[in-house]
């Protein structure tokens, strides 16, 4: 690999097609990509896109399925001067107009429209340095999702943070299994984008199924596994032998990975790291690389973390719990358009997560200074889950929580109070939400209740319902 500074995530398979062009690049099923495919196809998008009429700065929506489909068109929208905006594929049509709306997209691709046909030279349009190259939508405390404007600065900035981990996490040898959504950061800049840094190879998997992914980790001898934790949960049901035969170490991230886990994890001889992040911060803050149980482990080199009370001092007693702040060039623009709420005026973002920080150092999560719900790592409010079911018959009123969930860290509660007279059914409440919200976002259990707990001033305890 040359040694020269990447200027984009698409220009980082440029240099991998120059320097090893018949080596594989992408697994997807039955299908093979070698780098120099995979950079022929990232051109073949990327002048699709300009002949659709797209212009530099354009919003292009890909509703895709993790599978070379995507990797293309998110690789040459790149090259064609374009800012990506991955979304859920699960999204429902009020889920998905908000967000056509709000980054005014030029062009929504589904499965069904996928440009294809186009050959030519490489347009060389990349969105490079401060150029927003990537809006990823995350839910806001109003509950409408907001999307988080991550830079080209800030998406090569963390892989070079990630790379800079002594002994290397990954290199060019290595064959990385990736059953993780590209919509979501966690897959589209940890997993893919760190494989497309290192020059390894990416084996994806669209869907989730415990027993194919193990047979498909076999077969390609997978050396390293990138999976959030409902994954490792569903995996330690099996033999897990044939599988991670070849496998150094399994990355857990996008939720909290528990104990109980990690232990038998290690019992059974392999090797599982966790990782902290969020998509403000592109996305990796912290890695437990020591197999401290519970703990996320320690900032990445070039990211800094600080702990801050509720008077926005410095923490300094190991084991005092405060609010995670990070800086380091990884962090985001702010969300779009304006740039708002984005790092403070000295780099420092608040993360609202909340951690302790023991006398090693190392980071443990204990909760979230919002009412955030993290269902197997994507981001669920209170308020959108409340405005859904607050305006179903019979209703009154609604208060949400998270709950703690083996499979998928946290689920959604919802506590309901009918209106006068009325009798609500729990499992006719959730259908109609399922209309409005993806699946994740659904409450995994409704209680009906007469009252909901409030303060003397009135505001709803949502401390006692959890």
Not at 50 to 60: H, K, M, Q, T
Not at 84 to 109: I, K, M, Q, S
Request: charge should be negative.
């Amino acid at each position: 690999m040359t040694d020269a500074a990447p200027l984009s995530i698409s220009d980082l398979v440029r240099r991998a097609a120059r320097s090893k062009p018949d080596a594989t690049a992408v697994v997807d099923g039955a299908d093979r990509l070698t780098w120099a495919e995979l950079d022929a196809h990232a051109t073949s998008a990327a002048l699709a896109l300009r002949e659709a009429g797209l212009e530099d700065g354009d919003r292009v929506v890909l509703q895709l399925g993790t599978g070379r489909d995507f990797v293309a068109l998110y690789l040459g929208a790149g090259r064609a001067g374009l800012v990506t905006v991955p979304v859920n594929p699960a999204y429902t049509p009020p889920e998905l107009r908000h967000v056509l709306d709000d980054c005014g997209a030029r062009l929504l691709v589904t499965p069904d429209t996928v440009p294809r046909g186009v050959s030519g030279d490489d347009p060389h349009r990349d969105r490079t340095g401060e150029d927003v190259a990537v809006l990823l939508y995350t839910s806001g405390t109003s509950g409408l999702p907001k999307g988080a404007m991550l830079s080209s600065r800030a998406l090569l900035a963390n892989l070079a943070q990630v790379a800079a981990v002594d002994p290397p996490l990954i290199t060019g040898e290595d064959v990385v299994f990736l059953p993780l959504p590209l919509f979501h950061v966690f897959g589209l800049n940890a997993g893919l984008g760190m494989a497309l840094s290192a020059g390894a190879t990416t084996v994806l998997a669209e869907r989730f199924d415990a027993a194919q992914s193990l047979a498909a980790m076999a077969a390609h001898r997978v050396t390293v596994v990138v999976g959030a934790p409902n994954m490792f949960v569903q995996w330690s049901d099996h033999d897990l032998g044939p599988a991670f035969v070849s496998v150094r170490y399994a990355l857990s991230g996008s939720a909290p990975l528990s104990r109980a886990l990690a232990r038998e994890y290690a019992e059974r001889g392999i090797t599982l790291y966790e990782g902290y992040g969020l998509t403000e911060a592109a996305p990796a803050v912290t890695l437990n690389r020591s197999g401290k149980p519970g703990s996320i482990g320690a900032p990445l080199p070039g990211v800094e973390v600080e702990l801050r009370d509720q008077d926005g001092s410095p923490v300094t007693e190991d084991d005092d719990p405060g609010e995670v702040f990070v800086r380091g060039p990884n962090l985001f623009s702010g969300y779009w358009p304006s740039g708002e709420a984005g790092p403070d005026a000295e780099g420092w973002f608040a993360t609202g997560d909340i951690a302790v920080r023991d006398d090693d150092g190392d980071l443990s999560l204990i909760g979230h200074s919002s009412e955030l719900v993290l269902v197997n790592g994507f981001n669920v409010y209170p308020a959108e889950v409340e405005s859904v079911l607050g305006v179903q018959p019979g209703v009154a009123e609604v208060a949400v929580v998270g709950a703690d969930d083996p499979r998928t860290g946290e689920a959604v509660v919802a506590f309901v109070v009918p209106a006068a007279g009325a009798a609500l059914d729990p499992e006719r409440l959730v259908t109609a939400a399922a209309a409005s919200l993806a699946k994740f976002k659904l409450p995994r259990d409704v209680r009906i209740v007469d009252v909901l707990p409030r303060t003397a001033t009135g505001k709803v305890m949502k401390w006692r319902l959890r």
